[in-house]
């Protein structure tokens, strides 16, 4: 939640920080600001709305100054308004702060700092950092840059909770402050000029070479120069990482959202995932992982742990890995799994799955899972995200820079992931390898069978545009059309604003169909062979009581009378839920669309949730 950015160099600061902030905005969007450095002190422009409003903000075309931070925001503490935005600035305008986190301590830091006679002009929490400086900074009798970074050090010993920090000073009008503790920041970099984010992809246009700090690790920035530092101050080396990303990977590239350009990328992302880790010489090997025979032969139970969309990928794979591993394996929401005290020994494998890496619930699921003696693996898009630090192990998806909120190109990597995961562990432990040869095969052709599943957008379109009047939608499946059927709800209910469930069909009789009348719209996937006539009956009961019927399927389901049926590629039902959700998130697009929603940026939601 909220994204943060910052530059240090030769240009004009101020259409850097936008650019990067309208990259950032799908982390937080309800108001924005900006802070240079001019030659009269720092300057400070910030709004409510979105970071375009910025623009118009008085003042801000005068803004000439080639250091500055950048702030989008996602209100926790205060609501949106010009006074809760950040940039924050300490009483005596010396020291501006963005902020990504939260300080959990704020409320008895700002009291004892009104008591030394600070006054405060928000409610929010990060207004205490910037005097928490000011009272170190006064207070201390060292000279010159470490007087700067001791202030700073100092106020984070006194925060709890998270943050990533950028801080400027008008005392120090060649240089920058960067910290984080559990939220991210990237740094990139280049002889002259170096650019902070909270993520890769907002700064990719201008370098490919990145530092990334560990919790408590300080970086001094002068334009020609970074030195870090550890929680001590003591100097630290840190050598710079190269992106293969394209800055490309991070434009819309002619589609009219990132949401339908990344869900058009998913045979490329899912190809990517796969080439990365599948089959060489025949076997499965997972780039970053190393687990021997002997050690699986302890596991007597798997953990999926993740939110939203990753905990759905890991529902999608529960029955891959019980039945091609035989080891039980339970799926967790993590903001659930990390408060119930779950029964984890060092027999247990527990599995983590953030696309951003960032997600506070799953990082604080993980480290439970350490804690009581388990390995853990941790899977994710970004490299030298936060649980990658966590993790024993850190395997990661292809699937390049998501940008749109709804996860779409994240999800169907992971599933891939998970797959080659699956067949990985069976291959290691010598069982069923017969079956494992099969799905191999299999997981090669889903990248030209995603091709066609894509090629189904005009009906699916055609579909959506009859039903995005509606005010409720329910889906319905068994198995593993029960775990994309959640998926598909959740991602129409995210960017469409309809209500919407998911139930297992064989539940419709115990309290949903309740819920039916005439007119409304169900919607059945139906890939797992052995259920698709049970299912078929359940839509019966449906029908009959005046609904209108969407299916996606890949069997023949003869002349059974639903209004829609979306035909998919056959797969095995392994593999199937990365098929079946892609008309599934064409429909939550079309229907976003057609109601004339901002489907990259759908209202109170945050791609990255670093928030309990
Ligand atoms: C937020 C996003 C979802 C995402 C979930 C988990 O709720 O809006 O799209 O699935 O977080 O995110 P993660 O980065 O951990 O996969």
Known sequence: MCGIVGYIG??????????????????????????????????????????????????????????????????????????????????????????????????ELRKDLESKGYHFLSETDTEVIPNLIHYFYNKSNLQGELKFLSAVNE??????????????????????????????????????????????????????DFYLLNDLEFAYLSRNSIKFYDSALQEISKTATSIEWSAA????????????????????????????????????????????????????????????????????????????????????????????????????????????GETADTIAALKLAREKGAKTIAISNVIGSSISREADYTIYTHAGPEI????????????????????????????NLDKVEIIKKELLEIPSKVEECLALAPEVKEFANKVYKEKDIFFLGRGLDYSSSLEASLKLKEISYIH?????????????????????????????????????SNLQEVITRGA???????????????????????????????????PMQLFAYYISKEKGLDVDKPRNLAKSVTVE
């Open 155 to 208: 106020t984070c010993k006194m925060l709890k909770g998270s943050f990533a920090l950028e801080i400027i000073s008008s005392d120090y009008p060649d240089s920058m402050i960067v910290v984080r503790k559990d939220s991210p920041l990237v740094i990139g970099t280049s002889p002259t000029e170096h650019y902070i984010s909270s993520d890769i992809p907002a700064i990719l246009s201008f370098t490919k």
């Open 249 to 356: 990977a991070a434009e819309k590239d002619g589609f009219e959202d990132f949401m339908l350009k990344e869900i058009y990328e998913q045979p490329k992302s899912i190809r990517e995932t796969i080439g990365s880790h599948i089959i060489k010489d025949g076997k499965c090997i997972i780039d970053g992982l190393d687990l021997s025979k002997e050690y699986l032969q302890t596991i007597n139970k798997i953990f999926i742990v993740a939110c939203g969309t990753a905990m759905h990928a890991g529902l999608a794979c529960k029955t891959v890995l019980e039945q091609i591993c035989e080891i039980s394996t339970e799926v967790d929401i993590a903001s659930e799994f990390r408060y119930r005290n779950p029964l984890i020994n060092k027999n247990t494998l527990c599995i983590f799955i953030s696309q951003s």
């Open 404 to 431: 749109a909120v709804a996860s779409t190109k994240a999800y169907t990597a992971q599933i891939m992931l998970l797959d080659i995961l699956a067949l990985y562990l069976a291959e290691t432990l010598e069982i």
């Open 500 to 536: 919407s469930d998911a139930y297992a069909a064989g539940e419709l009789k115990h309290g949903p169909i309740a819920l039916i009348e005439n007119g409304i719209t169900v919607i059945g996937i139906l890939t797992v062979p052995h259920l698709v006539e049970k299912t078929v």
């Open 548 to 582: 209108k019927t969407l299916i996606v399927t890949n069997q023949d389901l003869g002349d059974k009378k639903f209004d829609k049926v979306i035909r998919i590629p056959e797969a095995s039902e392994y593999v199937s839920p990365i098929l079946s959700i892609i």
């Open 10 to 107: 030769t240009q004009k600061a101020e259409p850097i920080l936008i650019n990067g902030l309208l990259r950032l905005e799908y982390r937080g969007y309800d108001s924005a600001g900006i802070a240079t450095i001019e030659n009269n002190g720092i300057k400070n422009i910030k709004n409510k709305g979105r970071v375009n409003d910025l623009l118009s903000v008085k003042g801000i075309e005068n803004l000439k100054g080639t250091i500055g931070i950048g702030h989008t925001r996602w209100a926790t503490h205060g609501k949106p308004s010009s006074e809760n935005s950040h940039p924050h600035l300490d009483n005596s305008n010396t020291f501006a702060v963005v902020h990504n986190g939260i300080i959990e301590n704020y409320a």
